[in-house]
Structures are given as structure tokens and as C-alpha cells.
């Protein structure tokens, strides 16, 4: 085997990858580049005034991280002053009374108006009995309130046997609410009536009197005249929601429905001719469903035995050309009431 003397010690040239260094050197340029352009940018960027930060990150960090270790100990609140001490109190007493409204429902008063249980059992208002002044306070305002119901509930539980020992019991001493001049509303609204009875123009004889109807000794069997509840008294003018005087009249629409299982009620909602035929025709309807709403919700009275119409200003008793005051009749709702056809 011949010896090659002329050998070249030179490592060989590996072919193809001559490019990657010069690309390399190409990439660090641009990179540096490319960094300088935008560090150049970001310096000339204008900031306004009143957002320039005072301080650079670095320091707010520093300064985020010490406030962080020296702020471990929570600052001593400051003594709240009296208006807050008794706003806070306020909202205890509110939280109290709310908590008292939804306790033990199930719990039966000492005393109240029995009525026949609906679907559930909602109690109406509470008053905290921990609270002294309150109680006193409300118990004052509603102590006529109160004698008026209880008269009411007496004379009607005298033809009105207790027909189950599940029956709901509500307490009258639960009511809060100040009431409107019920009294004045309704001698007004008679004395109307018989004027214009007397005049021929609207024929008083047309409607039931509620009073009467609660008199009776058993159920009502035969179709009777329709019921008039004058919407002045249950309404403020142009409105659907209840007067929390008209509680009254309520109770004792109340009071006749559970006396009549068997029945049902029609809720007719009238208004004046005042305003768009539209507008009161809804207006009419969302009256006549806030009474009903009432009754279910706060006597529990089944739902199924209510229904209602809405008339708006098509059947007016009185003039419909004449001014607020005149057509105070018009404004109404009627309670018609359909006995059990068997």
C-alpha cells in the first residue's frame, strides 16, 4: 500500500452553510435595531399633564413594595359621627323588621280576622317587638285603624262559623301604614250618589252597598247588584297603585269573598273621559289587576275565583263632558258578583 505524501491537512469546506453566519451577523443588527427605533419612539410619545406619572416604574414599585410591608397594620377606623350612628341604626331596625316579616309564617296570632287559607300563607306587616318607641309609635298612629277592623271582624264572624281549624288568622296589630281621610272620601262620594240620584241622573239603587252584604247571615245565592268602590278612594289620581288607606275597603271585600267560596268575583275597572280612549282603557285594566293583586297577596284569597274586565271610559255614570270633580263617579271600580250556578 503506497504512502500519500502531499497530504492536505486543511479541514474540508462543508458546502451549503457559508449563508448562516452572515444571516446571524444580519439578525443582531436588526434586532438591535429594531429596539433602538421603538426605545426612540416611546421617548417622544406626549403625555398630558394631569396623566404623566410622577415617578418612574422602577420607583413606584419600590415604593408599591415598601407601602406593602410598612402598611401591615390595619388603620384604626375613625369614630363614625352621630347622623351615621343613626342611619346605620335605621338600617339595623329596617334589616329587623324585614327579618320579622318573613319569620315563622306558619306562626298563628292571639287574635285577628279568620279567613279561609289561599295557596300560601303571607303574613301583612311587622313590627319589630324589640324596638319599644317604634311599636309605640306605629301602634299609635294605626289605633284607630285597628278599632275599625276589629269592630268590623266581630259583627262579620257572628254569621260567619269557622269552617276549618287551618283557617288563616291575620293580626290587625300589624298595621303600620297611615291612612288616608277614608271617612271624608266615602261622605263625599254618598253624598254625590244621592244628589245625583236625586236629580235622575245616575239611579242609586243600581249598586250593592258593602256593608249590607257583609250584614247578611250565609252566602249569597242569588245574582245581586254590582258592588261601587269609587277609585278616588283606592287610587290617587292617575295612578295604579293602591292608597295604603284603602286598606279598609279591601278587608272588607275581603271579608265577603271568603264568606262566599262558592262565588265569583268580577273586578271592573271605569275611568273618565280625560285623556286618550287608549290610555284609559289601560289604565282602567291596571287598576281592576292592582285590586285583585291585593287580595291575593295579602289575604291570600285564590286567585281562580277573581277575574278582570277593564271598561275604561265607555259606561260613565255621570256627564263625561264635565271637569275632574264632576265625573268623580266615573272614576269607579264595580265588584260584580256571579254565585254558584248549582
Known amino acids: 500500500m503506497a504512502i500519500q505524501f502531499n497530504y492536505d491537512w486543511e479541514p474540508a469546506h462543508a458546502g451549503g452553510t457559508s449563508w448562516i453566519k452572515p444571516l446571524m451577523i444580519m439578525a443582531v443588527i436588526f434586532s438591535f435595531g429594531?429596539?433602538?427605533?421603538?426605545?426612540?419612539?416611546?421617548?417622544?410619545?406626549?403625555i398630558p399633564a394631569d396623566e404623566a406619572p410622577t415617578k418612574s416604574a422602577i420607583e413606584s414599585?419600590?415604593?408599591?413594595?415598601?407601602?406593602?410591608?410598612?402598611?401591615?397594620?390595619?388603620?384604626?377606623?375613625?369614630?363614625?359621627?352621630?347622623?351615621e350612628t343613626q342611619k346605620n341604626l335605621l338600617n339595623e331596625i329596617n334589616t329587623q323588621e324585614l327579618l320579622k316579616q318573613t319569620e315563622d309564617p306558619y306562626k298563628i296570632p292571639e287574635s285577628g280576622i279568620r279567613l279561609r287559607p289561599g295557596e300560601e300563607e303571607k303574613p301583612l306587616t311587622g313590627i319589630d317587638p324589640g324596638n319599644k318607641d317604634i311599636t309605640s309609635l306605629l301602634e299609635q298612629e294605626s289605633e284607630q285603624m285597628r278599632k275599625d277592623l276589629k269592630t268590623l271582624a266581630k259583627a262579620s264572624l257572628k254569621e260567619t262559623?269557622?269552617?276549618?281549624p287551618d283557617q288563616l288568622v291575620?293580626?290587625?296589630?300589624?298595621?303600620?301604614?297611615?291612612?288616608?281621610?277614608?271617612?271624608?272620601?266615602?261622605?263625599?262620594?254618598?253624598?254625590?250618589?244621592?244628589?245625583?240620584?236625586k236629580s235622575g241622573e245616575v239611579d242609586e239603587s243600581q249598586f250593592s252597598d258593602l256593608d249590607q252584604l257583609l250584614g247578611k247571615v250565609g252566602p249569597i245565592l242569588d245574582q245581586t247588584k254590582p258592588i261601587l268602590m269609587p277609585t278616588d278612594l283606592l287610587f290617587g289620581y292617575n295612578e295604579v297603585s293602591l292608597h295604603k288607606?284603602?286598606?279598609?275597603?279591601?278587608?272588607?271585600?275581603?271579608?265577603l269573598i271568603q264568606k262566599n267560596p262558592g262565588s265569583t268575583f268580577i273586578i271592573e275597572g271605569h275611568t273618565d273621559s280625560t285623556g286618550p280612549e287608549e290610555y284609559n282603557l289601560s289604565l282602567s285594566r291596571q287598576r281592576a289587576l292592582s285590586v285583585k293583586e291585593w287580595l291575593v297577596d295579602n289575604l291570600s284569597i285564590p286567585a281562580q275565583v277573581l277575574q278582570v274586565r277593564a271598561f275604561g271610559e265607555t259606561k260613565p255614570l255621570t256627564n263625561p263632558k264635565g271637569n275632574k270633580e264632576e265625573q268623580s263617579l266615573n272614576r269607579r271600580v264595580e265588584i260584580v258578583i256571579l254565585p254558584p250556578s248549582n
Open 245 to 255: 288607606g284603602a286598606r279598609k275597603s279591601l278587608m272588607k271585600l275581603g271579608l
Open 170 to 197: 291575620i293580626d290587625l296589630g300589624e298595621q303600620k301604614d297611615d291612612l288616608i281621610d277614608e271617612a271624608t272620601l266615602l261622605k263625599n262620594y254618598k253624598e254625590t250618589l244621592a244628589k245625583l240620584s
Open 61 to 83: 414599585l419600590k415604593d408599591f413594595r415598601v407601602r406593602g410591608m410598612i402598611d401591615e397594620t390595619p388603620k384604626e377606623e375613625e369614630p363614625a359621627s352621630q347622623d
Open 34 to 46: 429594531l429596539h433602538f427605533g421603538l426605545y426612540t419612539w416611546f421617548e417622544k410619545i406626549v
Open 161 to 164: 262559623p269557622i269552617t276549618s
